[in-house]
């Protein structure tokens, strides 16, 4: 049974233990003011992200980042009927840290209920090497890589830390390229060595099938005109 009183840090997605519930610090109590008439707990960005980062610097036990060197970045704010998510990416050195998330979820009364760890815990080389390939190059090597003749979209790319074996991070090159194949379109996450110009992994993110199927634009009822012939079949599957 998860001990309730420790963070998850299990690098897989939506993977969560339960924490014991904990109110907000007595430092962020003036910023909780409710702005929305059907919600207990609403705070605009700023104050919400203020209020998470307050959180994971009063508990080190929830997310471990060294001091002066891994720092957090903000990368999204979702709100729902029952959660508010704040969610940061690790960084070093200003660079981010590949897939290395903290994930802040507090309840509807703005208590905190989870803290799901993702970030890097090893070590880094040194500063980024002066002399590394560049964006351009990276884009080629990757579309090389995937077959690609030609791309349908902007290639999109950025340095990260990525980490590997040994407990190590070291910088690479992250591009997206939308390419071409004489199969099929591709959205290809490529990781590309950003001195050797190795390509140490590469997804397509895009799946391919070949099938048939009726679309209603906007729904049928408004296809059609009327709901003739429409019957709510209470979530079973229809007929091929």
């Known amino acids: 049974m998860p001990d309730p009183n420790r ?64 720092h957090l970045e903000l990368i999204e704010i979702k709100r729902g009927l029952a959660t508010t998510v704040t969610r940061f990416q690790q ?18 009364s703005g208590e905190f209920m989870h803290v799901h760890n993702q970030s890097f815990e090893g070590n880094f080389v040194s500063d980024i090497p002066k002399k590394i390939i560049g964006l ?26 990525l980490p590997g074996q040994n407990k190590t991070a070291s910088p690479v090159w992250q591009v997206t390229v939308f390419g071409v194949t004489p199969e099929a379109h591709g959205d290809f ?15 397509n993110r895009i799946a391919n099938a070949t099938g048939t199927g009726d679309v209603f634009y906007p729904n049928p009822w408004q296809t059609q005109g009327d709901g003739t012939g429409l019957v709510d079949s209470n979530d079973a599957d229809s007929p091929a």
């Open 189 to 203: 996450l490529t990781y590309v060595d950003s001195i050797t110009g190795k390509v140490l992994s590469q997804e």
């Open 136 to 161: 351009e190059a990276s884009e080629q090597i990757a579309l090389a890589h995937a077959g690609a003749h030609s791309t349908f979209a902007p290639t999109r790319g950025q340095i990260v830390w």
């Open 7 to 70: 963070s998850s840090r299990n690098r897989a997605r939506f993977t969560y233990n339960s924490l014991e519930p904990r109110q907000l610090l007595a430092s962020t109590a003036d910023l909780i003011v409710p702005t929305l008439p059907d919600s207990d707990y609403f705070l605009d960005n700023t104050k919400q992200e203020a209020v998470a980062r307050d959180y994971l610097a009063n508990n080190p036990d929830m997310a471990s980042l060294e001091a002066g060197k891994n």
């Open 91 to 108: 960084t070093m050195h200003g660079i981010k840290v590949a897939d290395a998330f903290v994930t802040t979820i507090q309840g509807s």
